[in-house]
């Protein structure tokens, strides 16, 4: 099964905002409310930024959201920081596998 | 605090078994509604689920993996372990166990809690 379409890069100045798309298909970010966003600092491992398209888990910062149109998700940071820079994974559930489907991942760099 | 460790050979020869372990602490697998599942990622790639340990028992494995994957949980040690067949250098990767994400007593499908990751290679 394909990953999750991501953009393989974007990047920002301090300061500014971002978005990264997701694209998926009927049998996942259309479909289902579960689409999760990871942040992964190189040799760490992901952590978990935003969950059912818009959710923030405690401690997250406010800076990080979630939304989603059709078959495709969005993660916006605004307000860029240094610490930002990472790859930032998508996934949603899908039927195809019952399983969490991943993004092929989007690295970010602060200018 | 629940933190995961996963534990396990650094190196498999080709066609034999890969096996990890992933040891909880702070918890317990076999309480409460969550998923234990297996991820991997090979260096410079996405992440792939490779499947989930339900604590009723129940397992789901990843369709492209299915024939070659075992996932079982010994409650006792309160680990859960993974075992992949027939393993070849496309296996090679990071593996990483991790718990899913439960909101009022709800599975969500996200990942809240994952282990450091284990590095695996296959090569003879």
């Known amino acids: 099964q394909s990953a999750l379409t991501q953009p393989a890069s974007v990047s920002g100045s301090p300061g500014q905002s971002i978005t990264i798309s997701c694209t998926g298909t009927?049998?996942?970010?259309?479909?289902?409310?579960?689409v999760s966003w990871y942040q992964q600092h190189p040799a760490k491992a992901p952590k978990l930024m935003i969950y059912?398209?818009?959710n923030r888990p405690s401690g997250v910062s406010t800076r990080f959201s979630g939304s989603r149109s059709g078959n495709t998700a969005s993660l916006t940071i605004s307000g860029l920081q240094a610490e930002d820079e990472a790859d930032y994974y998508c996934?949603?559930?899908?039927?195809?596998?019952?399983?969490?489907?991943f993004g092929n991942g989007t690295k970010v760099t602060v200018l | 605090q629940v933190q995961l460790q996963e534990s396990g050979p650094g190196l498999v020869k080709p066609s034999q078994t890969l096996s990890l372990t992933c040891t909880v602490s702070?918890?317990?697998?076999?309480?409460?509604?969550?998923?234990w599942s297996w991820i991997r990622q090979p260096a410079g790639k996405g992440l792939e689920c490779i499947g989930r340990?339900?604590?009723?028992?129940?397992?789901t494995y990843n369709p492209s993996l299915k024939s070659r994957v075992t996932i079982s949980a010994d409650t006792s040690k309160k680990q859960f372990s993974l075992k992949l067949d027939s393993v070849t250098a496309a296996d090679t990767a990071v593996y990483y166990c991790?718990?899913?994400?439960?909101?009022?007593?709800?599975?969500?499908?996200?990942?809240?809690?994952w282990g450091q990751g284990t590095m695996v290679t296959v090569s003879s």
């Open positions: 340990f339900h604590s009723s028992g129940s397992t």
């Open positions: 996934s949603s559930y899908t039927s195809t596998s019952t399983l969490s489907l």
């Open positions: 009927n049998s996942d970010i259309y479909t289902y409310n579960s």
């Open positions: 702070g918890g317990s697998i076999s309480s409460g509604n969550y998923y």
């Open positions: 059912d398209v818009s």
């Open positions: 991790a718990r899913s994400l439960t909101v009022f007593g709800v599975i969500r499908h996200a990942f809240d809690i």
